[in-house]
């Protein structure tokens, strides 16, 4: 489906200095990974692929349809880049998978049958209740 190879050569990734706990290797080691990825400049994709990235992603793009994922999880810088990869991969797929249609299924005779009985005794009990008539 996709090409990921290719794929991956388009990502743009940056190494940043990460926050939370880790003392002094946190403010001089940028372990934290950004990804961007142009979806419009990007060569591997059809057009009918962006369009459906940009229809099914709204709300994760920039408005110049740019998607940017950051991962700060581990202390690993190579660790982030290849987490934040896989989502990306995860996204993008999830994005162009396209869903069946459903095919609406004929009810069931026995099914039909079934709550017709019921409501006839729930009607019946709910008779029984009424005063008699004493006429």
Do not use: W, Y
């Not at 057009?47 to 700060?72: F, P, W």
């Not at 982030?80 to 249609?101: C, H, M, P, T, Y």
């Not at 009990?125 to 008539?133: A, D, L, Q, S, V």
């Amino acid at each position: 489906m996709l090409n990921k190879f290719a794929l991956e050569k388009e990502f743009k990734l940056k190494g940043i200095r990460s926050s939370g706990s880790g003392g002094q290797h946190v403010n001089k080691v940028a372990t934290k990974v950004e990804l961007s990825f142009d979806i419009l400049e990007s060569l591997v994709l059809s057009e009918d692929q962006k369009g459906l990235i940009q229809v099914k992603l709204v709300n994760r793009l920039t408005k110049a349809s740019v998607l940017i994922l950051q991962c700060g999880e581990s202390r690993s810088q190579l660790k982030n880049k290849s987490i934040v990869i896989k989502r990306a991969f995860s996204i993008l797929e999830g994005a162009l998978k396209v869903q069946a249609k459903r095919k609406p299924t004929k009810i069931p005779r026995a099914v039909i049958r079934k709550r017709l009985k019921n409501k006839k005794i729930n009607a019946d009990r709910k008779i029984n209740r009424r005063k008699p008539n004493l006429d």
